[in-house]
């Protein structure tokens, strides 16, 4: 009480308003006279409308103290804050106020508010899961660190702050609370529609969304306008949305769906999980089968509880993620079919071993040779009991012999000098190793019931089965495998597979003759053991125990019957078949052997091959077309368009992981000088020679020689065709127009599809260089012999199919070949580096490079990737082809027909 100060006289409401701000200012000002002064109002956007006027009355003031006011508010509020909307009108156009957006905060400034929360220095691994679950939002940040200490997972302890495991931080109350009431300020159609998002993630797509809710599409934009004017989500254009009309939206923050699914019962999250999974394969039927939502569409299911489906989109998921490089994810995606399938009992125990195995793979590339041991132990229980199981419930034999063509072009079935594709698949047929390769890319056991990675992976030790046997009787043991392999590396066979084992203990003396074969790091110990002993750990070795390669021979018949072994007359072998009859250039015919005892998922007994050296639509026709064929291999654009107009409802495609290039003698002029190979990549139109030449049954070769679908694949690396830098390489080399330039020989082979078309590659380089090439023509037989005894010409055809999958097999196996002149030591450096990296990323990345720098020296002019191309009857229920192979006969089912 002031007694001694009048009161003040009557105002109207307006006039003491105005007394009372030019008070508080005259206050304000005086304080700021002696030092400047700040003033800070918290969430502004809640203000009344006098308040605000007396802020406006303050900011006129401030022009000419040294005062500063902060406003801090809320944009999402602004809708329901109208004061304060007209208010901030108001304020900018007076220009009394600057608008700052603030944004969340970064990694490192996360990293200085928990410093100064917990007043010490922070772990960077406690920073990282903060910002991950807080996205810096700084009062995110607080509560979850007030959270965190009082659920006892940050505490005191000896003068500083000590954390437990941060594998999972719970929302905090408040946090959740903050949100949920901005989330109950939405219609309720929005937050049903935000629920359903909740359970598609993080990002969710527009059209899955309006598949997955009964709202029609005006009402669900109108919900999700609801929720962006409330910025609980906001829109993510999709790469090509301007031309799909794609759309995606992603929630504000990640804090934001985890509060929404909590908030779901577990019985209706099942269901809503189901709709979810339904409404992607409604939304993205078109692009299933590239298993590019697999992993989105298996997490559905699982969480549904459908155990089926949730496997088969998991295992998709595990396939791409591998064929992409993604080895992580990968591993993650098969250990959560494998889950299911150990569920299933009996009926999934077969695809639970495969899964199983293919952990093991995984781990290995790796180089976690541990885990690897664990999974391939789990694999070989789970191999024995479906073998058990597969003996109980065998398919009734096929109703007759698979028929087909097949090449009568025969160089040797002895695995170790199979070369040429048509022999080591006849080879396959025959003959079987200690594992295989199924069409899914898993190793499976074959002769080895099992096996053990020691020494950080440099030593492998079989244990073979005790009752497999040779078509003549005898018992397959260790000691043929060490035979066939020591056979191989020796200096008297001149076959360029013994490449496949140099990375055996002593291989690479004993082949050039300074060794003797009992250096070399293979050994049986007894008959079912054998040991294997590397120089160095490489992630990809089991896939070469699948090779042809690789199987054993029947030394008691080698021996005897000397380099003639594999004729009719002597061949004895262990595969799923046996021959039962040969007729050069006319026909072969396997039955099925019943000594094998590897895994079986057809039921064909008999294969009845009608041998062709050049196939023709004729030929086709005529047997296909009279059901005296269930299978036709097609080769040719011609009869390619032939067999889909005929016959479109049995006509079956596939890629294959399959190379067609040209190749250089750089040892000698003109090819010695890389402008001058530069220049005649650049003058090649490969996607004209693809679509136009060979009317699109080929896909051009746009990259390296890795081809796409294999780890490693490195799109549109290649020299693309510019016939400007290809005659301005040419004359830096000495050839202006081509003059000068000597007379230069080629190699091909004749006939099939994939093929070089030397017409138009000559034409090319005639109109655009002006150079000519002379080609010469081999069959396949004479070619490969012709490479082997003069050596290669100074250009020649060359291709590579992938062994196994993995880009090794081009980028080191395939410039291992003896006709393969091009040498770089720096590429030699970096593919060394790669094959014995343990983090499989960082080896692609090194392949990758390894792959640009020949691409860069032309080494090579990569052409064309293959396809299969196959007229299929509708009895052949399942017939199994991968990218690689496409000869599993032992697992094709032909059902009863008339």
């Not at 409308?49 to 005062?67: C, D, E, G, V």
């Not at 156009?93 to 603030?102: D, G, I, P, Q, V």
């Not at 008959?527 to 002993?533: A, K, S």
């Not at 019943?594 to 004729?618: D, F, K, S, W």
Request: proline share 6%; glycine share 6%; net charge negative.
């Amino acid at each position: 009480n002031f007694p001694h100060v009048p009161p003040n006289p009557p105002q109207t409401p307006q006039a003491e308003q105005l007394h009372l701000f030019e008070s508080v200012a005259a206050f304000v000002t005086a304080v700021a006279a002696k030092a400047p002064l700040m003033i800070v109002i918290d969430d502004a956007h809640w203000a009344d409308s006098a308040t605000l006027l007396l802020l406006r009355h303050l900011a006129r003031r401030a022009r000419s103290s040294r005062l500063l006011l902060v406003l801090t508010y809320r944009e999402i509020e602004l809708d329901e804050a109208r004061p304060f909307h007209e208010a901030q009108l108001d304020f900018h156009r007076e220009r009394l106020a600057t608008r700052l957006k603030l944004t969340r905060l970064d990694r490192a400034q996360t990293e200085e508010l928990l410093s100064a929360l917990f007043q010490s220095a922070i772990e960077p691994d406690f920073a990282q899961a903060i910002y991950r679950e807080t996205e810096g939002n700084p009062f995110f940040i607080e509560e979850v660190c007030k959270a965190l200490i009082e659920s006892g997972k940050v505490y005191r302890a000896d003068g500083r702050w000590q954390q437990a495991s941060l594998d999972e931080i719970e929302i905090p109350q408040s946090v959740r609370l903050a949100i949920q009431t901005r989330l109950g300020k939405l219609p309720e159609a929005a937050q049903d529609t935000l629920r359903l998002g909740a359970v598609l993630g993080r990002e969710f797509d527009f059209e899955v969304l309006r598949a997955m809710s009964d709202l029609d599409e005006e009402r669900l934009i109108d919900a999700l306008e609801a929720a962006e004017r409330a910025q609980l989500i906001g829109e993510v254009p999709r790469s090509g949305a301007a031309r799909s009309g794609a759309m995606s939206f992603a929630f504000a923050h990640a804090l934001i769906p985890a509060t929404l699914y909590d908030g779901v019962s577990g019985l209706r999250r099942q269901r809503l999980h189901r709709r979810a999974a339904q409404a992607m394969e409604r939304a993205h039927a078109d692009r299933l089968a590239s298993g590019e939502f697999a992993a989105a569409i298996g997490r559905h299911y699982a969480e549904a509880g459908d155990a089926d489906k949730a496997i088969d989109y998991l295992l998709q998921a595990g396939d791409r993620a591998r064929r992409m490089s993604g080895y992580r994810e990968a591993i993650t995606h098969y250990q959560q079919a494998l889950g299911f399938l150990k569920e299933q009992g009996p009926i999934g125990l077969a695809r639970a071993a495969r899964t199983a195995m293919s952990l093991g793979l995984l781990h290995q590339t790796f180089f976690d040779f541990d885990q690897s041991r664990e999974a391939y132990q789990e694999a070989f229980t789970l191999w024995q009991q479906a073998s058990d199981q597969q003996a109980q419930t065998a398919l009734p034999p096929a109703p007759h012999a698979l028929r087909g063509f097949w090449s009568a072009d025969r160089t040797s079935l002895d695995p170790a000098l199979a070369m040429t594709s048509d022999d080591i698949q006849t080879v396959e047929q025959l003959f079987s190793g200690l594992a295989e390769l199924s069409p899914e890319y898993d190793v499976v056991p074959v002769l080895a019931r099992r096996w053990e990675v020691l020494d950080g992976g440099r030593r492998y030790v079989f244990y073979l089965r005790s009752d497999c046997r040779w078509s003549d009787g005898w018992p397959v043991t260790a000691h043929d495998v060490e035979y066939a392999w020591k056979r191989l590396l020796s200096p008297a066979l001149d076959t360029p597979n013994a490449e496949f084992l140099m990375d055996l203990k002593g291989a690479r003396a004993y082949r050039r003759g300074e060794g003797h074969a009992a250096e070399v790091g293979v050994r049986a110990t007894d008959d079912h053991t054998l040991v294997v002993e590397l120089d160095e750990p490489i992630g990809h070795f089991m896939y070469v125990m699948t090779l042809a390669a690789m199987f054993p021979v029947p030394r008691h018949v080698v021996e005897q019957a000397g380099a003639d072994w594999w004729r009719p007359e002597h061949l004895v072998t262990n595969g799923p078949f046996r021959l039962a009859e040969w007729q050069y250039n006319r026909r072969m015919v396997l039955e099925r052997d019943p000594n094998y005892r590897g895994p079986v998922r057809g039921n064909v007994q008999r294969v009845e091959l009608t041998l062709v050296h050049h196939l023709t639509r004729a030929g086709v026709h005529e047997k296909y077309e009279a059901g005296l064929h269930d299978v036709a291999s097609l080769d040719g654009a011609d009869m390619i368009e032939w067999a889909r107009r005929q016959y479109p409802g049995e006509y079956f495609s596939a890629p294959v992981s399959y190379t067609l290039f040209l190749a250089f003698d750089t040892t000698r002029p003109p090819f010695d000088d890389a402008r001058v190979r530069r220049a005649l990549a650049h003058a090649i139109d490969q996607q004209t020679l693809a679509e136009n030449v060979h009317r699109g049954v080929v896909a051009p070769a746009l990259g390296g020689l890795v081809p796409p679908g294999m780890p490693g694949h490195s799109p549109r690396i290649g020299l693309a065709f510019d016939p400007g830098k290809a005659r301005q390489l040419l004359a830096e080399a000495g050839y202006p127009g081509g003059q000068g330039f000597p007379p230069i020989e080629a190699w091909t082979t004749s006939g099939g599809e994939f093929n070089v078309n030397p017409t138009y590659v000559a034409t090319q380089w005639r109109e655009q260089l002006n150079i000519d090439i002379r080609w010469t023509h081999f069959d396949w037989t004479t070619y490969f012999k012709q490479l082997a005894a003069a050596g290669p010409p100074p250009l020649y055809r060359m291709a590579w199919i992938a062994d196994y999958p993995d880009a090794d097999t081009f980028l080191y196996m395939a410039m291992r070949q003896p006709y393969v002149r091009w040498r770089n030591p720096q590429y030699e450096r970096l593919i060394e580096t790669a094959r014995h990296m343990a983090d499989p990323v960082e080896r692609i990345k090194f392949y990758q490079a390894a792959e640009r720098l020949l691409v860069d020296e032309a080494a090579f002019i990569p052409l064309l990737h293959g396809c299969h191309h196959f007229l299929i009857k509708p009895w052949i229920k399942q017939f199994p082809v991968s990218a690689m192979k496409a000869s599993y006969w032992k697992d094709v089912i032909i059902e009863p027909h008339e």
